[in-house]
């Protein structure tokens, strides 16, 4: 199956058919729901947790409760199953966790350990920790920001506090070494914000914290070489020790709670350029210094524990309870013979989760898939368009899109049968569907025309 793949110009988009295969609109509807796991990390805050794209789960690691911990835990979606790994860091607490897609492992720098601050760098690959000797690294710190970017392969970790000052410096770990970053502009003096990577517009989103004398509520964006500073016309109130994560599905950023002298629990959702508070039918209670990881493969943003002055240990989920988005959409799918092959034709809007499309052929009970590209994610409400040409003609074939996941899930639209080029209207008359017949009626036409000025 010789294909080729084509991103076709959005000029074009016009003259493709109106086959749409599924639509964009969304009006979805949200809540908050406790669950009852059989067993569960003891209560806690200022906890490190990542989700582990390779495994489908969620790992936590350490927290401050009567005293520093060190235990490791994995959340499968139903139930909390603490481990034993061979080795792990020390009991400490700030800390935060990203998970490196590309090398699936989880990062986790620095901490509080009670009797002091470090700066350690470890790594969580699924089964065991490793510490990490980088030959450059940032200062002792805890209460950070750091995600980890999947469109410059880096960790990127900003600010936090050394139990005297606050920082405002950018770090990049690339696996091997941290770097520090100089960009022209930068958010103040901070500890405590929310940090979280936007995957749909490679995006890294900031908000909030403490500056050393007074809680914020600013927006800032990175994006791998500079931050921005936003003006959003509405926002969150100013706080600290707060959580954000993205959802790819809904391509919206979550916040809930924090503190501001007092612990919060309201729900907030960023969409790259202004914040809408969630009125949801319930919520988790008033807390801080908890953490919120998207599971990809559940489609839920869990949190557990927190503070609220009282140390907690409740899991929760948010979710699209009504009209949720399904991921991945293909428009105006269409199969057009050619003089090149049959060319196939769609426009696709999908999450950063959707890792590729397969055109499928079936002719005579016979299937033929190809994989040509990775395909770069558009966001949901920009769709792109693209064109794959299989100049193996097979009669009766009939073709499918089909979108794979990260998570190993697939979604196929069609099935659609190749159609000659679409009529032209020239005076009225319609020419061929065939290039043959076209080529005819074109030759035609001139002719007509010369022998009309030769009078």
Known sequence: MNMMLRVAPRTALALWGAVLVSGLARADTTDWTQLTPTSAPTTRYAYGMAYQLSSGKTVLFGGNNTSRQSDTWEWNGTDWVSLSPGSKPSARYGVVMAYDTSRQVSVLFGGNTGSGTVAETWEWNGTNWKSLNPTSEPSLRYAYG????????????????????????????????????????????????????????????????????????????????????????SKPTTRQRVPLAYDPKRKLTVLHGGEHGNALNDTWEWNGSNWSSIATGSSPSTRSYHKLVYDTANSKTYTFGGTDGTNLGQTWYYSC?????????????????????????????????????DVIRSAAGDEQRRNPARLPGPALTEPTSYEWVDREIAESASYWVEAHHLDGTSRRFGPVRPRAVAPLQLGGCTLGRTSGSLMLSLLAAMALVRSRRRR
Request: proline letters at 4%; one cysteine or more.
């Open 146 to 233: 750091m995600v980890y970017d999947r469109s410059h392969n880096q960790t990127y970790l900003y600010c936090g506090y050394d139990g005297t000052s606050h920082f405002n410096d950018t770090w990049s770990w690339n696996g091997t070494d941290w770097t520090s970053l100089n960009p022209t502009s930068r958010p103040g003096v901070r500890r405590a914000p929310g940090m979280a990577y936007d995957s749909s517009r490679g995006i890294s989103v900031l908000f909030g914290g403490y500056n050393g004398s007074s809680n914020v509520n600013d927006t800032w964006e990175w994006n791998g070489t500079d931050w921005t500073t936003l003006s959003p016309a």
């Open 321 to 357: 309870t009504s009209g949720c988005a399904t991921g991945v959409e293909v428009f105006d799918l269409e199969a057009l013979r050619t003089a090149e092959g049959v060319a196939i034709r769609f426009r696709a809007g999908y999450s950063p989760d959707t890792i590729g499309f």
